[in-house]
């Protein structure tokens, strides 16, 4: 395996060593956070790209793809969400 040589502060080393569990190399560490990073991340490139266009259009004035929706409406549909969650 062919090895580079990465600069970070002192504060990321610091960080890093903190996560690594006696064993792990600074690569274990970095390839578990990328990977959590890839499984966790909100949006896939496709969704942000769609919803960063959605945004730019309200914040144009296009209403188009708008619709309202009640504070109450809205804390319902959060706390379903929440819930699910918990399962």
């Known amino acids: 395996m062919m090895t580079k040589t ?4 002192e504060e990321t080393h ?13 690569n274990d560490v970095i390839t578990f956070l990328i990977n959590y990073y ?7 490139e496709k969704e942000a790209e769609l919803y960063n266009k959605d945004i730019e259009n309200f914040e144009n004035g296009n ?25």
């Open 6 to 9: 990465i600069k970070i502060s």
């Open 14 to 26: 610091e960080l890093l060593s903190e996560l690594a569990s006696k064993n792990d190399t600074f």
């Open 38 to 44: 890839r499984e966790n991340e909100e949006f896939n």
């Open 63 to 87: 209403l188009n793809n708008v619709s309202e929706i009640t504070l109450s409406d809205l804390e319902k549909r959060i706390s379903k969400l929440e819930n699910e969650l918990k399962k």
